[in-house]
């Protein structure tokens, strides 16, 4: 981490003496685990994992990639940090985000570019770039990220690192700071699939802080070898459209042959509803958005600006720390949700997600999992798509489906582009099914 965190640039905070002193502690448990045979040694014992900064650690500022809350410091932990740390991980730092995790990029945090490891001209991928970065270049052995809209796997699938986003409902929110609270999930990226599911294991399942948290059994994520012989695999045709960089298209599609190699029938399926995720989700997210952010008001986090008067505080506060991506999606929220327009764009966009929703459903009567190309593109280059917000978005379009459709996601290396850059591929699954997802990566990789 001190040779590479210069030129990768994954952290917004480092918690190295936090991290030490847990790493004694680790220590200290293993040395009098190996004297009493009958302690438990726990099951994530010392190992190193970020968190990226929009979950709260208690005593860690967390930032948010946001001036607004350059100075926040939480009272509480969330509750998959607090699962992990009870798991005996050791927390080394607060990963760089996409302000409130809106991008595709990390190029819209408030502090710093992170540079992909695989070559430092270009993105990370977004909004969970730190993590995906800090994995990729061997500093952690896992990351905590979130997913809203493609945020864990798009990163993953840039850095050449595997990522799962979970069914909405399996992991507690609490402590994740709000951005679309119905779309938003935490998930974990690491080197494999098998590593990805242990670290999941242990921060998944019903939580009563957080009221969406499902009362599901978590299964053991048991992995082991062999073939896929009876797994249905679905390609979905909407998936395989025209801007879809041919080295994508190419790896994707060999990693499907893969897995028929070993042992699935691979069949097409349809969801037709694919072309309207896009303008769904940039309806609803930013609409959830622009409530969720109305909190940032100057009068309980953010360092309070010089003001006359309590409408001045408001329009400094929120004038000077949101960045222009948030205050763009305030904007398109605030409207969409306005008097009048209300039904014409939310209550449209609403039924619309239940089509997607419905589409799912339908393709996972037929198969069990369905295999597809996570962005049309590999990582590009800084400052690319700075100026073209709309050629950002449209980064996302394999990813808000699932989002949408609350379903799990698994970002998993499917191979290189003919500059060497990382191509990944995702598996979708049926809600709460994120076993499949497990199993049918590892037994590719
Ligand atoms: N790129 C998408 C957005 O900007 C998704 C982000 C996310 O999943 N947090 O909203």
């Not at 990163?155 to 399996?170: D, H, Q």
């Not at 769904?280 to 958005?289: D, I, T």
């Not at 089509?355 to 009567?365: G, M, N, Q, S, V």
Request: net charge negative; hydrophobic share 40%.
């Amino acid at each position: 981490l001190e040779q590479l965190e210069p030129s990768v640039q994954a952290f917004l905070t480092r918690t190295a003496d936090m991290a030490l002193r847990q790493a004694d502690e680790a220590d200290a448990r293993y040395a009098a685990a190996r004297r009493d045979p009958q302690a438990v040694v726990p099951p994530l014992l010392g190992l190193p994992i970020a968190v990226k900064d929009l979950l709260a650690l208690e005593g860690v500022r967390c930032t948010c990639g946001s001036k607004i809350l350059e100075n926040f410091v939480p009272p509480y932990t969330a509750t998959t940090v607090r699962r992990l740390l009870q798991a005996g991980v050791v927390v080394v730092g607060k990963t760089n985000t996409d302000e409130f995790a809106m991008g595709s990029s990390t190029e819209n945090s408030a502090y710093q570019l992170t540079h992909n490891p695989w070559d430092l001209e270009r993105v990370p991928g977004g909004s969970s770039g730190g993590s995906a970065a800090a994995v990729a270049a061997r500093m952690v052995l896992a990351a905590m990220g979130t997913d809203t809209g493609g945020s864990v796997r798009q990163p993953a699938s840039f850095c050449g690192v595997t990522g799962i986003k979970p069914t909405y409902g399996r992991v507690s929110r609490y402590g994740l700071v709000a951005y679309g609270s119905s779309l938003d999930t935490v998930g974990v990226l690491a080197r494999s699939a098998e590593d990805t599911a242990l670290v999941f294991q242990h921060m998944a399942g019903q939580d009563d802080l957080d009221a969406t948290s499902m009362d599901l059994p978590v299964p053991e994520y048991r992995l082991e070898g062999g073939d896929l012989r009876g797994l249905r695999v679905g390609v979905p045709k909407q998936y395989f459209i025209q801007g879809i960089q041919p080295a994508v298209e190419e790896a994707v599609r060999a990693a499907i042959r893969q897995l028929e190699l070993l042992g699935a029938e691979v069949r097409e399926v349809s969801l037709p509803h694919t072309e309207y995720a896009l303008p769904v989700y940039y309806l609803l997210a930013p609409a959830e958005a622009s409530a969720n952010l109305a909190r940032y008001d100057g009068v309980r986090f953010s360092p309070r600006p010089e003001a006359e008067n309590l409408w001045d505080v408001f329009f400094n506060t929120r004038g000077q720390g949101f960045g222009p991506e948030v205050k763009r999606r305030i904007m398109l929220g605030t409207y969409a949700l306005s008097a009048g327009y209300y039904d014409a764009y939310y209550a449209k966009a609403q039924k619309v997600r239940t089509l997607i929703k419905r589409d799912f459903e339908t393709a996972f009567e037929q198969v069990d999992v369905i295999a597809a190309p996570i962005a049309p593109t590999t990582a590009f280059r800084i400052g690319e798509h700075t100026d073209d917000p709309l050629a950002m978005y449209l980064e996302d379009v394999f990813t808000l489906p699932a989002n949408l459709a609350g379903v799990p996601g698994l970002a998993f290396p499917v191979g290189f582009d003919p500059q060497g850059l990382p191509v990944g591929m995702q598996l979708m699954g049926a809600h709460f099914d994120e076993a499949t997802l497990f199993r049918t990566a590892h037994c590719y990789q």
